[in-house]
């Protein structure tokens, strides 16, 4: 009944990324009501604030995809830098590493900081992309803990005493910036959008052909054995 | 005899810009031997090295005028910060003002920084874009003097006791990033490129049809009243 409303889309969403420990999170949250593929794309990143960058993003994606397309941006936002540095967190990362990150903030007594998550859906180019943020709100405490993810060892979230770097993965994951971002982009699509694809084949199928991991039946089994991540949304799916 | 090896353009260069201080000081110094007009584009603005950024940015300009054009951008890049905040002073600049960028340093004994200018020239969006890169040496310090232009209160150039914004126009000209780069420009450009434009009128036409500021007679007589900009400019002139 509910789906007369909804958009048909008669193609799986890409979502872009070469990265296949973020797929492996997009696609453990959002589950396997929604076809996914993935694509590595080269686009251009660009300036300007958050929501902008992430719509355009997608905008772009979606012209080289001819498809429906997801992208994802991350930021960490200090208070006292009305934001900054946000976008460009990847750069002062880099060139500074996270000391580099905590010294930034030697000028200032306000220490708060969020860190957040932009994901962009388009259905194709000619549309408006929607956008769906999610935030954490914490700290920048000088670096702690294992430093093998991006800026996680200077973000301490409100109401613990580890920094992101420091927590079990699955804490983490509960109270994540992407985590929340991507529950909002799951609620949306499931609410107004219907796949109907032609064959299975076709839905796994990448338009340019190369880049692209298979949503096949052995890789749903291994992402259902993987204990580690998402507890709050295998939760969520035990209680349907 | 050297104009068989130069490149033949029938078309004028279009620089880049909507601000009309910035088009009057690069006519200043490119001079009248280079057909210019001006169009303010609205670009996407890229993240990533300053070099590559421009170069991108006059593919983009050039696959919209379709035809020679001319952008340019400014860095104010940190030593400490190895070369950051670089391409996005502008942001730090606008949410935080000069006591802000002063406040980024406070960890860091290390004051020093480099103003950069980069102009990139592309005669077509098919060839690579040529880029011309200026830098002035200096140090950071707390904001002094008019703080109607940018970071210049907070730049003082090795071997002055001003800042950038202290400074006598003409003075801080001379030594100014944007002027070492537009020479390098002009220099190149001289070498490099003759103009066949086929009649006065076309050299003026804007090709989208607006924004353009006409390179009319009257406007070049009020250039060369303007004898606060470039004084090496119009000696190296005198010397011809």
Redesign the interface.
């Given at each position: 009944m509910a789906s007369v409303t909804k958009v048909v889309l008669s193609r799986p969403v890409t979502f872009v990324t070469g990265n296949a420990k973020k797929l492996e999170e997009v696609r453990s949250i959002l589950g396997h009501s929604l076809p996914l593929q993935s694509h590595k794309l080269d686009l251009?990143?660009?300036?300007?604030e958050p929501e902008a960058i992430s719509k355009?993003k997608a905008r772009l994606a979606a012209e080289k995809i001819k498809g429906p397309v997801l992208v994802e941006d991350t930021c960490l936002c200090f208070n006292a830098?009305?934001?900054?540095?946000?976008?460009?967190v990847k750069?002062?990362l880099d060139?500074?590493g996270n000391e580099?990150l905590n010294?930034?903030l030697?000028?200032?007594e306000d220490k708060s900081a969020y860190a957040l998550c932009v994901f962009s859906f388009a259905t194709d180019a000619d549309t408006e992309p929607e956008t769906f943020m999610g935030t954490t709100e914490g700290i920048i405490v000088p670096p702690r803990g294992p430093k093998d993810f991006g800026w996680d060892p200077v973000f301490q979230p409100d109401g613990y005493e580890q920094t992101f770097a420091e927590m079990p993965k699955e804490e983490k994951n509960k109270i994540s910036h992407r985590y929340r971002s991507l529950a909002k982009v799951k609620s949306h699509l499931e609410a107004n959008y219907e796949f109907d694809i032609p064959s299975e084949t076709d839905a796994n199928n990448d338009s340019a052909g190369n880049d692209v991991e298979k949503d096949t039946p052995k890789k749903r089994k291994r992402e259902e054995d993987d204990e580690a991540a998402h507890e709050e949304t295998k939760h969520k799916k035990e209680e349907k």
């Open positions: 251009p990143e660009l300036q300007g355009e830098l009305k934001d900054l540095p946000g976008p460009y750069w002062f060139k500074l580099g010294n930034m030697m000028a200032y």
